[in-house]
């Protein structure tokens, strides 16, 4: 049986439709490390969270990597998409290149959730050798078998797990 983090219940036993950003700084990949969710001890994974009702997916994308990293983007082109499963979490996610406008690197919050229940450690930019030290169960699928960081910028498009 998975355990899940109280904080992420929220997002449990239900189908989100998420959008990601792919953005990359001298040669490093932007990441948010979250809490434990299932079976972890960390979750790194690029910014961007749930589309809201009435939200296009350019805003939901832009409003979210400003929540989770304080910096001002740009959406420049769809690259992929994921399915994330690992029950009782599940999403289908939409990755897209973005390019930073402006804004300085903090590590953001989720102002749906309480103080308490924030999911958000740390933001950072990593390089392609510091991605692939982080343990398989602690990264975001997209980030398992990297050869290069542009690897990201050239998947089919289509599902990961195909």
């Not at 449990?12 to 792919?22: E, P």
């Not at 420049?76 to 994330?84: G, I």
Request: glycine share 6%; with cysteine.
């Amino acid at each position: 049986m998975n355990t899940l983090n109280p904080n992420a219940a929220a997002y449990a036993d239900k189908v989100r439709l998420r959008v990601c950003g792919i953005c990359l700084r001298d040669d490093k990949l932007l990441l948010v490390r979250h809490q434990a969710t299932v079976q972890n001890q960390a979750f790194w994974a690029p910014p961007g969270g749930g589309l809201q009702f009435g939200e296009t997916i350019e805003e939901c994308l832009q409003r979210e990597v400003l929540e989770e990293t304080g910096l001002s983007t740009k959406v420049k082109r769809f690259l992929f998409v994921n399915e994330f499963m690992e029950p009782p979490l599940q999403a289908v996610e939409l990755f897209f290149e973005l390019e930073i406008k402006e804004g300085e690197l903090i590590k953001g919050i989720d102002p749906e959730a309480t103080a308490e229940q924030q999911l958000i450690e740390e933001v950072a930019f990593l390089s392609l050798d510091e991605i692939r030290k982080l343990p398989l169960a602690d990264k975001h699928k997209s980030l398992h078998y990297l050869y290069s960081l542009d690897d990201l910028f050239g998947m089919p498009h289509q599902f990961l797990n195909s």
